[in-house]
């Protein structure tokens, strides 16, 4: 569609133009977590298809949204604020811990987040590769994001005299990929484990990063 259709404006029902439109655009966003991370898939879902399935005509899809490109873009980083924000709230209560302890708790606060539901497995880390050079985008740009985070932890582990010294850039991306792999595997059931062991299992990975055979602990 060459051009946007406007959204109404007034008051309907005692509610502004603002509110309707953004719960519209809500149940948009809840159709396609259902369509986009289950059966069919991204790929096979049309704008009829998802708007039927939001209760709303394709005419308020246009409303809301250009393309279905569009909703899975907003719908991946939705997905990854979810996880981030479970992962911030965990170093809030954590920080004060030891490595070991801090680690295990970040890690399970965004598997947990990740893999509560599977839908957002799918969107996170299925659905949203080779759409387009914008959303390889975005997702290599909320990659970079967790990357930075480990490096931020690697870095006060450190400064704390409980990791090595050194420059962790390589190491986080390697470790990041390490933990988007085993998550999406477990999930889809290749890893005959719990979600606790597989957590164990990264922080193992993480203390072996930050703790090189012979390196001791020092006190600050």
């Not at 990975?205 to 602990?217: D, F, V």
Request: net charge neutral; with cysteine.
């Amino acid at each position: 569609m060459a051009g946007r259709l406007k959204a109404p404006t007034g008051r309907y029902g005692g509610r502004s133009a603002e509110d309707r439109q953004a719960e519209r655009r809500r149940r948009f966003l809840d159709a396609a977590l259902e369509l986009f991370g289950g059966a069919p898939g991204y790929r096979g879902t049309t704008v009829a298809a998802l708007s039927q399935a939001a209760g709303l005509s394709t005419r308020q899809f246009y409303e809301a949204f250009r393309t279905l490109e569009d909703v899975l873009t907003a719908l991946h980083l939705e997905v990854n604020d979810w996880a981030e924000r479970a992962v911030l709230d965990a170093l809030g209560t954590a920080g004060e811990l030891p490595l070991a302890e801090r680690a295990a708790v970040l890690f399970r606060a965004y598997a947990r987040g990740v893999t509560c539901d599977p839908r957002r497995i799918r969107i996170t880390f299925v659905e949203i590769i080779g759409v387009s050079p914008r959303l390889e985008g975005q997702r290599l740009a909320r990659r970079a994001r967790w990357i930075d985070l480990i490096r931020a932890e690697a870095d006060t582990a450190v400064a704390r005299g409980e990791a090595a010294p050194r420059d962790y850039r390589l190491a986080a991306a390697a470790f990041v990929g390490s933990v988007n792999g085993l998550l999406h595997d477990w999930s889809a059931g290749w890893v005959d484990a719990t979600l606790d062991e597989v957590v164990d299992e990264l922080v193992r990975l993480l203390l072996g990063m930050l703790r090189p055979e012979g390196w001791r602990p020092r006190d600050v």
